[in-house]
C-alpha cells in the first residue's frame, strides 16, 4: 500500500472520529458520509485501512486512552483537544497493534503531519512529546 492510500485512510478516520466526537449519535451518518470520499475500487486500499483503524481503535479505545494518558505528562484525556487526541489515538493503534507494518518513525510522521494540517499550530510539539512516550513504552 502506498503512503498516500494510507495517509488518506488515516485523515479520513481522523474526520470519522472528530464527528462522532462532537455529534453523539452521528456514527453510522459520519461513517457513511466521509466514506463517501474513499469510494470506488481506485480507492479500496485507503477505504480498508481506515475500517481497520476505525475499528481497531473501537476494540482498544479504553487501553488506547490509558496509554496516551501515560504517556502525556500532566495532561488528562479530557484536556486534550478532541483533533489530538484522535490524532494520538490513530498514531497509539499503529505503534502498538501494527508495528509489523508500520514502522515506529512512520506512525509518529504521519501524526504530526496530520497535527500540521488539522490542529492548532503548535499541538504537533504536544503529540511528537506524548509519542515519544508512547513510543519508548510499546
Known amino acids: 500500500m502506498k503512503l498516500t492510500e494510507r495517509r ?19 456514527t453510522d451518518r459520519s ?13 479500496k486500499a485507503s477505504r480498508d ?8 481503535i473501537k476494540d482498544n479505545l479504553s ?4 496509554i496516551i494518558e501515560g504517556s502525556s505528562k500532566n495532561w488528562s484525556i479530557d484536556r486534550i483537544s478532541i483533533i489530538d ?3 494520538l489515538r490513530i498514531a497509539v493503534f499503529e505503534l502498538k497493534w501494527h508495528k509489523d507494518s508500520v514502522p515506529f ?13 488539522y490542529s492548532a499550530d503548535d499541538s504537533f510539539k504536544f503529540i511528537n512529546g506524548v509519542l515519544d512516550g508512547v513510543a519508548k513504552t510499546v
Open 31 to 43: 461513517f457513511a458520509s466521509v466514506m463517501e470520499s474513499l469510494s470506488g475500487e481506485k480507492h
Open 85 to 87: 487526541l484522535n490524532i
Open 49 to 56: 485501512y481506515c475500517e481497520l483503524l476505525l475499528q481497531g
Open 8 to 26: 488518506r485512510a488515516r485523515e479520513t478516520a481522523l474526520k470519522i472520529l472528530y464527528r462522532e466526537g462532537m455529534v453523539v449519535g452521528s
Open 105 to 117: 518513525k512512520v506512525a509518529i510522521d504521519e501524526a504530526l503531519e496530520l497535527a500540521k494540517r
Open 63 to 66: 487501553e488506547i486512552d490509558s
